[in-house]
């Protein structure tokens, strides 16, 4: 293939960042009589609207997992919206950078907590949100 300009192109059919890093970092993002589904949103190019927040903030409360991509600038104005609709600070959130590549580094915590680990932490951008699910431990 090529676009218009003749810059040959091959279109590779891919895994998203969202799942390949729930599936490296052993998160379960749907989980029998847990959660039966998963959203995969951008916070880069949104500053979410009350009524686009509050829908995702209710999918986060009915137990359902959310995926953040790019929030790691906007993450100061997603957590108090969260934590409006949601009413608890112990949402887990799992913060992973890097997604597969040899640096890829995670942080843990819940809604109460992830500003202050992150701000604590070495996580650089790119980084992929994962809220509502918690790692399960690896057995190796």
Request: glycine content about 4%.
């Amino acid at each position: 293939m090529s676009d218009r300009k003749n810059i040959p192109f091959e279109v590779v059919p891919g895994i998203s960042a969202a799942l390949a890093a729930a599936n490296i970092c052993n998160i379960p993002i749907t989980e029998r009589n847990r959660s039966n589904a998963m959203l995969i949103c951008t916070a880069h190019t949104a500053d979410y609207s009350y009524e686009q927040l509050n829908g995702i903030a209710h999918m986060l409360k009915a137990g359902n997992t959310i995926s953040i991509y790019m929030g790691l600038k906007s993450l100061h104005k997603i957590v108090p919206k969260l934590l409006e609709v949601c009413e608890d600070e112990t949402i887990p959130v799992n913060a992973i950078s890097s997604v597969s590549r040899k640096e890829q580094t995670m942080v843990t915590g819940n809604l109460g907590n992830i500003e202050e680990k992150i701000t604590n932490s070495n996580v650089q951008m790119p980084v992929v949100f994962i809220i509502g699910a918690i790692p399960i431990e690896s057995k190796n």
